[in-house]
């Protein structure tokens, strides 16, 4: 299994960082590192692959959904974040009741609003 970078060092952030953080340091870096801010004829093959991590970093880590998996396989933790459950017990009485009556959930109704239309003066 191949291990992924460390996207966190990339951008020179902390993994505590907040997205506000993140898109600085990216901004910051891009300026740095794109061959159209810098003199012509500097631009060489290590820089470019320099660009590319750096924009992978921040894909991965500006998007909240893929940074939270990012960050789960970076732990290395299979059993993820505990969850703290609590059960509330039912008495005998209470449990035919609630089998009784069963959520029902039926085809969403929409009706257009007459906000957008024009009134009449």
Known sequence: ?????DYY?????APTATARDIA???RALLRRHHPDTRDAGTSEAADLQQL???MQAYVVLSDPGRR????????GRGSGTPVKVRWHRTTADQEPARRQQPLSFGPTRWTPSNRNQRRPL
């Open 1 to 5: 299994m191949a291990t992924q970078p």
């Open 52 to 54: 590319h991590a750096i």
């Open 24 to 26: 600085r340091a990216y």
């Open 68 to 75: 939270a998996a990012y960050d789960h396989e970076r732990s």
């Open 9 to 13: 060092a990339t951008l020179g952030v």
